[in-house]
């Protein structure tokens, strides 16, 4: 066990990264921070202690209960020690049925937990998620919220393997990862700090779909014009649409759409 | 892979994602270089009303779900009334198939910043948030220093580029709970509380973050403001539709060649959107989709040429949502997909009102029964009852949502669920598992 006197919430440098939280919200307003702040009790304890909850209603002078009310509503905030590393797998419905159903299973029985537990050792911790936002990557893995995309249980269990053998496999978008706690002052809305991460993790194909096609087919969005005036109420009524493209009449759907090109690329087929 | 057809070709409009080729874009240097923040010095020079007039004009539509007016919304700030104004980003994204947010502010961050300001400017606030979905941390990183950068460069703080508006921007991320992408339950979120949702009215637009007047706007909403600052609303409305003008992200996923955003038109079709994917997947025939996302109604393969615009979504019997287009095929059960989305809905079901915490926790169960093989024909009768105690009578949006994938998937797949509970169909789950379930 801590002591209490070496105990991570009494460090002076976190009470002033939570005032630095509060400074940021207008002022009387400084219970904005409290969602950050138990981001930041995550990022010494790895958890919500009662000791970290103390801290935040203390901060914020607000009582536990108000303070434990909420630290209970979210998801992202835990009860219980989490290991290093937060495992979730996606089993919405698309990544359910694209796999991720499999891959949970999988884990769950390689790790011996179920969702929302810690394995014997402490270091990983597995959880099944909701919809990550990441449908087109389906089925989708995260490590502390960083994406492994189009993902199966056999590439799921070399990635956990890696984790448990000390290694850090490269997401495929974002930035290389840090541990929970690292990661939760992040969340506490702390700018990131490891030189070189902010370039990690260019698009994936699924992002750039749509730009592939327009560039495969030559398409461009036809009639911008940066410089058309930003209409005036006190400009006379006439001068107001003169250099402006001509808009769709309320009566027709508008315009021709994009221009395109004769279709050359087209060698897909 | 099948080739588009010259009509699916005339759809594609890369205007919000047209940066995304560039992969450093999400970088300030490289943003300017690519006509970053000429929107904002134009915006300054003109005043806040024509602003919110332009927008009007251009007829820009919440890309939200709900699709109501932004520049109305705008409108309805009262000024002159000596109270703080705000602007509130709804990054919070995690509607079941949405996924155009993410990329949006992974690739291309300044251009949700560079709105930001024009819309703070328009409705005269001097603070926005940006309440960016928790797991978001990928894009979240890459936003906090694009507003760290644009500070540097002074395009935020005090006296922007000279203009004498004075704008702070945070980014605060949530912390895991799909309610507070419902816009009250976000600013009780905000505000350091559960995210639960008001009584409306009254509504955010006089009395929203901190009891004053505040718009909330989604992300792509936000971030197509620049553009049309630039182009104008006439040349906005020269794509989409009439009543649904200018492009959105369609998120595309499930059983399509190539998956991923397709930046339309509104008013493209699904065989369309599926043309420019590719094709099915080989070995996959398209059964039932969703338009917008799980809380909009279940379409099938009779609803391929319908437009995907707010209209004509709603002239089909649903709506246009989020544009999260889930394609599932012949090889996917409806019954099951329903239930995973039940699922979902009761463990994000914020437990304020009964209709939406006590329905969805009940259909949970006897869906998980039908799946078990235990149904029987009277549970279809008590989801439709069920659903009918919640739909409008739910305190908020996400209990009517719920109701969506039931009712539509027991219209279009009856056959499915009586395959089940008539035993034509093997059992999903063991009735082992079904203990207390009846």
């Given amino acids: 066990m801590t002591s209490v006197q070496n105990h991570p919430l009494l460090d002076p440098a976190l009470r002033e990264s939570a005032l630095e939280i509060i400074a940021r919200y207008p002022e009387g307003k400084q219970r904005s921070a409290l969602l950050p702040m138990l981001h930041l009790v995550q990022s010494a304890e790895g958890y919500v202690t009662p000791h970290g909850v103390a801290f935040c209603a203390e901060l914020l002078g607000i009582t536990k209960a108000e303070v434990s009310a909420v630290a209970t509503f979210y998801t992202m905030y835990k009860r219980r020690p989490t290991g290093d590393w937060l495992v979730s797998v996606c089993t919405n419905t698309m990544c359910g049925v694209s796999g991720g159903d499999k891959i949970f299973d999988t884990l769950k029985e390689y790790l011996g937990v179920g969702h929302n537990q810690t394995t014997p050792e402490g270091d990983i911790t597995l959880e099944h998620a909701e919809c990550l936002a990441a449908c087109d990557y389906a089925p989708v893995v995260t490590v502390n919220y960083e994406f492994y995309d189009e993902m199966d249980a056999d590439k799921t269990m070399s990635l956990v393997k890696a984790l448990q053998n000390g290694e850090r496999p490269q997401p495929s978008r974002g930035a290389r990862l840090c541990t929970f706690k690292e990661l939760s002052r992040q969340l506490a809305g702390f700018s990131e700090e490891r030189d070189g991460v902010m370039g990690d993790g260019p698009a994936g194909a699924p992002t750039l779909a749509g730009n592939r096609v327009a560039e495969q087919y030559g398409i461009s969005v036809p009639g911008f014009d940066p410089d058309t005036p930003i209409g005036s109420r006190e400009q006379k009524p006439a001068e107001k649409p003169a250099s402006a493209p001509k808009a769709a009449s309320d009566s027709k759907p508008a315009g021709d759409g994009p221009v395109v090109q004769d279709p050359k690329g087209a060698k897909n087929a | ?438």
Wanted: aromatic share 8%; charged share 20%; hydrophobic share 35%.
């Fill in chain 2, 1 to 438: 892979m099948t080739t588009p057809s010259k009509e699916a070709l005339a759809k594609i409009a890369p205007v919000l994602t047209k940066r995304w080729l560039s992969p450093d874009a999400w970088k300030l240097s490289v943003y300017e270089r690519l006509d970053g923040y000429t929107g904002l010095k134009k915006a300054l020079k003109a005043h806040p009303d024509d602003l919110i007039q332009l927008i009007k004009d251009s007829g820009l539509r919440g890309r939200g779900g709900a699709g109501f007016p932004t520049g109305m919304k705008w409108g309805f700030i009262p000024q002159n009334d000596g109270k703080p104004h705000y602007l509130v980003v709804n990054a919070d994204e995690g509607e079941p198939g949405t996924c155009q947010d993410l990329p949006l502010m992974m690739a291309d961050p300044h251009s949700l910043i560079e709105g930001v300001i024009i819309a703070s400017y328009a409705i005269r606030a001097n603070f926005a948030a940006i309440y960016i979905r928790g797991e978001a941390i990928h894009a979240a990183r890459r936003l906090r220093q694009a507003v760290d950068d644009a500070r540097a460069r002074g395009y935020l703080g005090r006296n922007i580029l000279g203009s004498g508006f004075d704008l702070d921007v945070v980014v605060h991320s949530g912390a895991g709970a799909y309610i507070c992408g419902e816009e009250t339950a976000l600013l009780d979120s905000l505000e350091g509380y559960r995210g639960q949702p008001r009584l409306r009215p009254p509504f955010p637009a006089t009395h929203g973050l901190y009891n004053s007047p505040t718009v909330v706007n989604n992300v792509e909403t936000i971030a197509t403001v620049p553009y049309i600052v630039l182009g104008g609303s006439a040349w906005f409305r020269t794509m989409g539709t009439e009543k649904s003008p200018g492009t959105k992200i369609f998120s595309v996923s499930g059983r399509v060649v190539q998956p991923g955003q397709y930046e339309c038109g509104l008013g493209v079709t699904l065989r369309q959107l599926i043309e420019l994917c590719g094709g099915m997947k080989p070995g996959h025939n398209l059964r039932f989709w969703t338009p917008g996302g799980s809380s909009t109604p279940l379409l099938t393969d009779e609803h391929l040429d319908a437009p995907l615009d707010f209209e004509g979504m709603m002239g089909v019997g649903t709506m246009l949502g989020t544009a999260a287009v889930q394609i599932f095929s012949d090889q996917d059960c409806p019954v099951y997909a329903t239930y995973r989305w039940i699922e979902f809905y009761h463990h994000e079901s914020c437990g304020k009102c009964t209709p939406c915490r006590e329905g969805n926790y009940w259909m949970k169960g006897i869906l998980r029964r039908i799946l078990s093989g235990q149904g029987t024909h009277a549970d279809l009768d008590t989801l439709l009852d069920a659903c009918d105690n919640l739909l409008g009578r739910s305190f908020c949006a996400l209990g009517d949502g719920a109701t969506s994938p039931v009712t539509s998937s027991i219209k279009y797949f009856k056959q499915d669920y009586l395959d089940y509970i008539e035993g034509r169909k093997a059992p999903m789950f063991s009735p082992g598992e079904l203990v207390g379930a009846h």
